[in-house]
């Protein structure tokens, strides 16, 4: 299997501008002097998806008392992003990466293997990135059903870390 580059805890996170559902350019650098967690997920509007983002969505108050914003990004069209927003009513920006060029710089879209197959595809990962722009946490091959576990885990460690 081909090696995809990996970011890890203290390298600088990959700049981006990419449309939201609105077709609205959100930038990294609109989330300087905070934190954010940028996820990538495959498919908006598929089963462990839309589990994946309900989680976030269900944790956004507590992410954010603990000074964490969240941006999803998908190879999915805005239009879809919008659906997807709508019906699971999402308050956190779902941005458009159907060139794949910004999950490919975070290595969250390379080779894996799916049903026993290698196959290309986005990699489910998820990051932590710190009021100065680096990787502060790095996870690849993140699990749906167990988003809500690590955010907790998320913040615990970034509490511990701030101590």
Request: proline letters at 6%.
């Amino acid at each position: 299997m081909a090696e995809t580059t990996r970011l890890a805890p203290g390298d600088q996170a990959p700049a981006f501008s990419l449309p939201d559902a609105d077709g609205k350019k959100v930038s990294l650098a609109d989330y300087k002097g905070r934190r954010v967690i940028v996820y990538f997920y495959p498919a908006a509007s598929t089963p462990g998806c839309t589990k994946q983002a309900c989680d976030f969505r269900d944790n956004l108050h507590e992410l954010g008392d603990a000074g964490l914003d969240v941006i999803g990004v998908s190879p999915d069209k805005p239009e879809k992003l919008a659906k997807f927003r709508d019906a699971e009513k999402l308050t956190f920006p779902l941005l458009s990466d159907p060139e794949r060029t910004v999950l490919t710089a975070w290595g969250a879209y390379g080779e894996k293997q799916m049903y026993g197959k290698t196959v290309q595809g986005v990699i489910r990962s998820t990051f932590v990135v710190d009021e100065k722009g680096k990787i502060a946490l790095a996870q690849y091959n993140v699990k749906a059903a167990h988003t809500a576990t690590k955010i907790k885990q998320i913040i615990a460690q970034l509490a511990t870390s701030a101590e």
